[in-house]
C-alpha cells in the first residue's frame, strides 16, 4: 500500500515537497516513480529512484528543478520540487515495482492514491 501526501497550492517560483509511505513489503526491493495526471491528459512520468537509490531518472520538464530521494529505513520516497510552474499542475501519484526503474506507467505495479498539486500564476 502506498500513500501520498504533501499537495497544495503554491504561487509559480514556490517549492514542495511530496512524499509517499509504503507499507507491507520490504521497501527497498522496489523501485519507485513519482507521475502525474493533469485534467485532460494523460498520466506522464516525472521521476523514478531504484531500490538501492543509487539510480534516478527525470522527465526533462522537471530536470533541475525536481528531486527524487528515499529512506528505506521509514519506507518513504520523496519528491522536492522548485521552481514550480503553472504547467507542473496535476494530481501527482507515487507508484512500485520489483522490475526496476522505468518510465511508463505499465512498468508499475502498485499505486497510491494521488495528492493534488496547484501551481498559480
Known amino acids: 500500500q502506498l500513500q501520498a501526501s504533501g499537495g497544495g497550492l503554491v504561487q509559480a517560483g514556490g517549492s514542495l515537497s511530496l512524499s509517499c509511505i509504503a507499507s507491507?513489503?520490504?521497501?527497498?526491493?522496489?523501485?519507485m516513480g513519482w507521475f502525474r495526471q493533469a485534467p485532460g491528459k494523460e498520466r506522464e512520468f516525472v521521476a523514478a529512484?531504484?531500490?538501492?537509490?543509487?539510480?534516478?531518472a527525470y522527465a526533462d520538464a522537471v530536470k533541475g528543478r525536481f528531486t527524487i530521494s528515499r529512506d528505506n529505513a521509514k519506507n518513504t520516497v520523496n519528491l522536492q520540487m522548485n521552481s514550480l510552474k503553472a504547467e507542473d499542475t496535476a494530481v501527482y501519484y507515487c507508484?512500485?515495482?520489483?522490475?526496476?526503474?522505468?518510465?511508463?506507467?505499465?512498468?508499475?505495479?502498485?499505486w497510491g492514491q494521488g495528492t493534488q498539486v496547484t501551481i498559480s500564476s
Open positions: 507508484a512500485g515495482t520489483m522490475r526496476g526503474t522505468s518510465r511508463w506507467a505499465t512498468g508499475y505495479d502498485y
Open positions: 507491507g513489503r520490504p521497501f527497498g526491493n522496489y523501485a
Open positions: 529512484i531504484a531500490g538501492s537509490g543509487r539510480s534516478l
